[in-house]
């Protein structure tokens, strides 16, 4: 292959990954083309991408980018896999497709510039809470305690005002109300 053929490829796929910061590896060696369409159409529906890439120009392309830390896994046929949503939420869906596909290879993920390698390391990723699932996570913690003080200001004051219910009730039944 030529040199400028190299430079367009390599520009080619920094201009697919521009902006990406998280990505998946794979291998789909041994996975017949029947079963790599129904992954690509499964990953394409949740606006994921699957590009086939030679690594080398890839390890080029991704230079001075987050993405540079999948280099020590990029070696083989291997698919990259990234797109609009979290890389933890990817790994998820992969971890049941191999279910199906037990021929596809993870082969690693890179996060926050931090290398998942492995199979080991892509379960370990979707273990992960998502980005939402952890703001959420936070807004619990940061509201628990105002509830539990809202709660302890509200419980005496719902406690006398069973206490006035029940006596509004027996005084409408008639009945004498006992001293304590």
């Known amino acids: 292959m030529s040199k400028p053929v190299k430079e367009m490829i390599v520009s080619d796929y920094q201009g ?20 790599t369409e129904t992954i690509r159409v499964g990953l394409r529906e ?8 030679k690594n080398s120009l890839a ?11 999948l280099g020590p896994v990029m070696k083989g046929q291997n698919a990259l896999l990234y ?13 049941e497709m191999i279910k199906d596909f037990p021929d596809v290879e993870l082969k690693g993920a890179v996060l926050d510039g931090e290398l998942y390698a492995g199979e080991e390391g892509v379960t370990r990723l979707s273990k992960f809470p998502t980005r939402d699932e952890a703001i959420a996570k936070v ?8 509830r539990n003080l809202v709660a ?29």
């Open 139 to 146: 807004v619990t913690l940061v509201l628990s305690p105002a």
């Open 46 to 53: 949740k606006a994921v991408r699957v590009t086939v890439v």
């Open 83 to 95: 797109g609009e949503r979290s890389v933890v939420e990817v790994a998820r869906e992969l971890i």
């Open 152 to 180: 302890q200001v509200k419980g005496p004051g719902a406690n006398v005002a069973g206490l006035v219910k029940a006596i509004e009730e027996k005084l409408e039944k008639g009945e004498a109300i006992a001293k304590v």
């Open 16 to 35: 697919r990954l521009e902006g990406a910061e998280e990505a998946l590896v794979i291998s789909l060696r041994g996975v017949d083309a029947d079963g």
């Open 59 to 69: 390890v080029k392309a991704f230079e001075g980018t987050p993405l540079e830390a």
